[in-house]
């Protein structure tokens, strides 16, 4: 099985996600933003050992704690798409425009692309290619347990801002709907921000990607 621990950093409260198999104890930070001292707690009350990092996108609030973990644990990157190169290339820049202590950026050693999976432990995720809140955005997935870590590209009752460079509104919406809606209404996932949902319940009530809206 595949465990998870949800824990909100920064003070965007983005939701990083310790993940670990329970059968071998290995762990995985999915997008880690910040607040080092609160995963480190995390991994500690877990008894688990983190192997990986794993991002959906260049995003300060999901990346910025990733180069001072690698220097701490010297541990790989795995994510997002490489068309997000761009914005973690200008980390230095994000953190001045949101008013954050400088970070240093970092290289991923495996970009990421549709189909391709990434392990935790014995267990495995699937990545799906869900760019228009940034063009490099990923989503990773568990198909035995019906779960889904979707970043910024979706959140309950509403999806990602696009008005960021290389955001694109109609392209997320594509997204959303061509990669995430056929894995199924019962999928649970967990946003970036906020409350987790499932693909059942946007698909009924959320006022951008409701089936409704598009006949
Ligand atoms: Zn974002």
Redesign the pocket.
């Known amino acids: 099985m595949l465990q998870y621990k949800i824990i909100p950093v920064t003070p965007f409260q983005q939701n990083c996600t310790l993940v670990w198999c329970d059968e071998t104890q290995d762990a995985a930070l999915i997008d880690p933003g910040g607040d080092l001292h609160l995963l480190q707690a995390a991994i500690e009350q877990a008894n688990v050992k983190v192997t990986k990092i794993l991002l959906t996108?260049g995003?300060l609030d999901?990346v910025g704690g990733t180069a001072e973990l690698v220097r701490k644990h010297g541990l790989p990157i795995e994510g997002p798409q490489r068309e997000d190169a761009f914005w973690i290339d200008q980390l230095p820049m994000q953190c001045q425009m949101m008013g954050f202590p400088p970070v240093q950026n970092f290289q991923p050693d495996r970009w990421l692309e549709q189909g391709d999976r990434v392990t935790v432990g014995r267990e495995q995720l699937e990545v799906f290619f869900c760019p228009g809140?940034?063009p490099g955005h990923v989503v990773f997935y568990h198909a035995g347990q019906q779960l889904a870590w979707v970043g910024?590209v979706l959140f309950a009752g509403s999806i990602?801002r696009t008005d960021f460079p290389r955001g694109d509104y109609d392209t997320l919406v594509t997204s959303i709907r061509k990669n995430l809606w056929p894995l199924g209404d019962a999928v649970q996932f967990i946003p970036?921000h906020g409350p987790m949902s499932t693909f059942g319940t946007e698909r009924k009530t959320n006022p951008f990607v409701a089936d409704h809206r598009f006949g």
């Open positions: 996108h995003h999901h809140h940034t910024d990602g970036g």
